[in-house]
């Protein structure tokens, strides 16, 4: 009896199709969409509303201008998510303006310019929110509590406020800081939203665990040796409120684990998260704190491929080994 020992190609690396992934992506989202428009209301619902149709119009407009159209059969979904993911990352009072700039940034420089969907090097709604943050920073400081009496304000959406103070996140409790009861931005701030749809993309197969687990832990690792160097002192708590509060989970679960960007193979994978994490905590001192959480991905979506080159060759002179000591 023959037993068919034939491989896929090793090009191959999942049987999910784009718009699976993407539509799996989208339906992630969902439960930090919820949060935001509950607790932010309308100028929330109208800022994701925004940064999802615009990127889209961008797309669409540079497709047509450059004369590059996608197969009949192919539908779509990343300038959904990437809007999506730029609107979540930004605070409720932020103007159109601003929001719209960094949509552009990630759609024309970051997607378009390197073939579009699929081709882009890094992660264009990272590197868009990133921009904003060092261009134009006095136009992502726009926190505010969710008060009811302010769920219908819209002022903000035109008009930049002028920054408020924020409060020490030492002062939130745990539960506050597990259901995202105090100002950040959209919808980054609730863990059990980000935990949900991390399980959701986890359990569907289109989110690779290596990078986001190996950068939280990383991350609960050096950030004793961080605090003790910084400040001689360490507690528990300081670090339970840095992950809960920072994002961190935000950016392992929607941009560490991002299939097309990050590498594929484990070893790589693991490494990768690593050095996000620990640079994260080397520049957090001398950044803001979105900076701090954004650079890094960029720096290790650049050495993507050439993490995975080295892996798959590390990998293969291995199992060479072997079999020269088995002949």
């Avoid at 993309?201 to 832990?217: A, E, Q």
Wanted: aromatic content about 12%; hydrophobic content about 50%.
């Amino acid at each position: 009896m023959s037993v068919d020992k034939r491989q896929l190609a090793p090009f191959i690396h999942t049987e999910k199709s784009a718009p699976y992934i993407y539509m799996t992506f989208l339906a992630a989202l969902v439960p930090c969409v919820v949060y935001g428009m509950f607790y932010y209301g309308l100028r929330a619902v109208i800022l994701i509303l925004f940064s999802m149709t615009a990127f889209v119009f961008s797309d669409n407009l540079c497709m047509r201008v450059t004369h590059r159209r996608s197969g009949g059969d192919y539908f779509d979904l990343s300038s959904l998510v990437e809007g999506l993911l730029i609107a979540l990352m930004l605070p409720p009072d932020t103007t159109l303006l601003t929001a719209l700039t960094a949509v552009l940034f990630a759609s024309v420089i970051t997607k378009q310019v390197f073939g579009g969907a699929g081709s882009n090097i890094i992660n264009p709604a990272c590197a868009g929110r990133l921009f904003v943050e060092l261009v134009w920073p006095t136009g992502t400081q726009g926190f505010s509590y969710g008060e009811t009496n302010s769920k219908l304000a819209l002022m903000s959406l035109v008009v930049q406020k002028q920054p408020e103070a924020m409060p020490s996140y030492s002062q939130f409790s745990i539960i506050e800081l597990l259901s995202g009861n105090y100002p950040g931005l959209i919808g980054t701030a609730c863990f059990i939203c980000i935990l949900t749809g991390g399980l959701f993309l986890t359990l569907k197969g289109t989110m690779r665990l290596y990078s986001p687990v190996s950068y939280i832990l990383t991350i609960v690792v050096l950030y004793p040796v961080y605090m003790l160097i910084g400040t001689n002192t360490f507690t528990f708590d300081g670090l339970i409120v840095y992950l809960l509060s920072s994002g961190a989970f935000f950016i392992a679960v929607f941009f560490l684990g991002d299939l097309t960007t990050m590498p594929s193979r484990f070893a790589s994978g693991v490494f990768a998260g690593v050095v996000c994490g620990s640079l994260t905590l080397v520049i957090k001192p001398f950044v803001s704190p979105m900076v701090s959480l954004l650079a890094p991905v960029l720096a290790v979506n650049f050495l993507s491929f050439v993490l995975d080159f080295f892996s798959k060759t590390l990998s293969r002179r291995k199992v060479r080994s072997r079999e020269v000591d088995v002949s």
